[in-house]
Every structure is written in structure tokens, then in C-alpha cells.
T-cell receptor, first 114, second 114 residues
Framework: IAGITQAPTSQILAAGRRMTLRCTQDMRHNAMYWYRQDLGLGLRLIHYSNTAGTTGKGEVPDGYSVSRANTDDFPLTLASAVPSQTSVYFC?????????????FGPGTRLTVL | GENVEQHPSTLSVQEGDSAVIKCTYSDSASNYFPWYKQELGKGPQLIIDIRSNVGEKKDQRIAVTLNKTAKHFSLHITETQPEDSAVYFCAAPNYGGSQGNLIFGKGTKLSVKP
């Protein structure tokens, strides 16, 4: 059982470039999330999707976009990367039909924007 | 929306001692309070949670207590071991903001010294 996979594991990117972080889950969870983790700031929600075909904005959505074409995949795109987007990105999923929303996290993508 | 404050940001204890991490929340409608453990280089993983209809929950060496009147909840780890060294996050659902998505505290880095 893979759970949630993320790719790439790490990436160094020049400012202004476009980048897509990939996330796939095999648990058939309806909800998926993207977080960024920065030292001293904890986990902050970027975007979420409660079900395939829908997405919503989290706490820090600016500069990021997402799509949810199917249940399993939830890619995060940086259209034009900036240095402030240097962070560790985590994808997560949960069964939103449960009121207690346990989230399962992927291993993360470390992104450096120069 | 929900606001979650977590203290302390760092905690160092001797092996065998107890560790306590405290969180406060702002939304009285919150009814679910999970704790996640993040080991170095990995994604966060749920270790224990508590629902608003109970005041305490235990699982071996870890316990969580909830005071709904004061809007705070705490993680207690007894007989700490070196493998307990990690970053711990508390969370609460944000019903006012993003449809019950979790808002995380900023994390506590726990170091257990042998």
C-alpha cells in the first residue's frame, strides 16, 4: 500500500520558471490538500479539494494553482516561481465523509527557488 | 476563523521524564483536536486525537486532555524515549473559514536526551 506519493522529492528552480508538484493517493479519499511548511510557521494550507472536480483556497493560495481531474491526483502548479516560495510542500488526503477528518500526509517535496 | 496557538516551540527533556505541549484554540464550535508527529525528513503522522465529548484520552505513553471551557488541549508524553524526538503539531478544524479544514499550530520540536 503506497498511501500518498509526491514527486519530485526535491527540486532547485530558477525564479520565473513554471513548476508542477505531483501528488497521487491510492486510498480513494475524497479530500486532498496542499500545505507548505516553513520554519517557525508550521503547516499552512495552500489549496484543498473536497471532491474530484472542485477546489478551494486555503490560507496562502497566492502564486499557486491546483486542479482535481480525478480522485487520485492533485497537482500543485507554481506559474512563475519566486524565492519566497522556497519551502517544503506536503500533500495530504482524508475521507471527508468522516466528521473527524484524519489527514494522511505524503513524504514532502523540498523546493528551492533561486 | 479558527486560530491555534502552540507552546512551547522547543522542548528538551531527559529520557524517562515527561513532556507536555499545550495548544489553545479560538472557535468554540471546534469539536476535534488531533496531534501529529513529524519525524525528520518525513510527513506528519496522526498519533492521537480527542473529540469534544471527552476530557481525556490515553494511548500507552501518550495522552491528550481537553478543556473546552478554557479552549485548550494538551499532549502528555510519559517516560520519554529518544525515539519520541520529533516535531509535534496540534490542530483544530476551521469551520468558519475553509469548511472544517484543519488549522495547525506552529509546532513544538521535542528533543529527548539519552
Amino acid at each position: 500500500i503506497a498511501g500518498i506519493t509526491q514527486a519530485p522529492t526535491s527540486q532547485i528552480l530558477a525564479a520565473g520558471r513554471r513548476m508542477t508538484l505531483r501528488c497521487t493517493q491510492d486510498m480513494r479519499h475524497n479530500a486532498m490538500y496542499w500545505y507548505r511548511q516553513d520554519l517557525g510557521l508550521g503547516l499552512r494550507l495552500i489549496h484543498y479539494s473536497n471532491t474530484a472536480g472542485t477546489t478551494g483556497k486555503g490560507e496562502v493560495p497566492d502564486g499557486y494553482s491546483v486542479s482535481r481531474a480525478n480522485t487520485d491526483d492533485f497537482p500543485l502548479t507554481l506559474a512563475s516561481a519566486v524565492p519566497s516560495q522556497t519551502s517544503v510542500y506536503f500533500c495530504a488526503s482524508s475521507d471527508k465523509s468522516s466528521p473527524y477528518n484524519e489527514q494522511f500526509f505524503g513524504p514532502g517535496t523540498r523546493l528551492t527557488v533561486l | 476563523g479558527e486560530n491555534v496557538e502552540q507552546h512551547p516551540s522547543t522542548l528538551s527533556v531527559q529520557e524517562g521524564d515527561s513532556a507536555v505541549i499545550k495548544c489553545t484554540y479560538s472557535d468554540s464550535a471546534s469539536n476535534y483536536f488531533p496531534w501529529y508527529k513529524q519525524e525528520l525528513g518525513k510527513g506528519p503522522q496522526l498519533i492521537i486525537d480527542i473529540r469534544s465529548n471527552v476530557g481525556e484520552k490515553k494511548d500507552q505513553r501518550i495522552a491528550v486532555t481537553l478543556n473546552k471551557t478554557a479552549k485548550h488541549f494538551s499532549l502528555h508524553i510519559t517516560e520519554t524515549q529518544p525515539e519520541d524526538s520529533a516535531v509535534y503539531f496540534c490542530a483544530a478544524p476551521n469551520y468558519g473559514g475553509s469548511q472544517g479544514n484543519l488549522i495547525f499550530g506552529k509546532g513544538t520540536k521535542l528533543s529527548v536526551k539519552p
